[in-house]
């Protein structure tokens, strides 16, 4: 069994920033991608960004709307990843789940936090 824990959203004013933090903790095999994903009501879940694990490089990818200001890194030794969140906008209100792709095992979600950035 796997299980995610994320922590850090919250309530933050338009230009403001926010770090995010998931930690995979259980039965961790090899992990091949660390990402976050968010979901607002009525739309899917949509990628935010990932990386690559260890043997991946750590290869980032970013979805057109973050790019600039959404950052994500990883601490393998941890099972970690992170999400600096800057210049954050109405647009960016969301529930952010955090996802973890292993080796030969599959996909994993985290339970989501809440990101709400005001106007």
């Known amino acids: 069994q796997v299980q995610l824990v994320e922590s850090g959203g919250g309530l933050v004013q338009a230009g403001g920033s926010l770090r995010l933090s998931c930690v995979a903790s259980?039965?961790?095999?090899?992990?091949?991608?660390m990402g976050w994903y968010r979901q607002v009501p009525g739309k899917e879940r949509e990628l935010v960004a990932d990386?690559?694990?260890?043997?991946?490089?750590?290869?980032?990818n970013y979805a057109d709307s973050v790019k600039g200001r959404f950052t994500i890194s990883s601490d393998n030794a941890k099972n970690t990843v992170y999400l600096q969140m800057n210049s954050l906008k109405p647009e960016d209100t969301a529930v952010y789940y955090c996802?973890?792709?292993?080796?030969?095992?599959?996909?994993?979600w985290g339970q989501g936090t809440q990101v709400t950035v005001s106007s």
């Open positions: 996802k973890v792709m292993l080796f030969s095992r599959g996909a994993y």
């Open positions: 259980g039965r961790i095999s090899r992990i091949l991608r």
């Open positions: 990386i690559a694990g260890f043997s991946g490089g750590g290869v980032t």
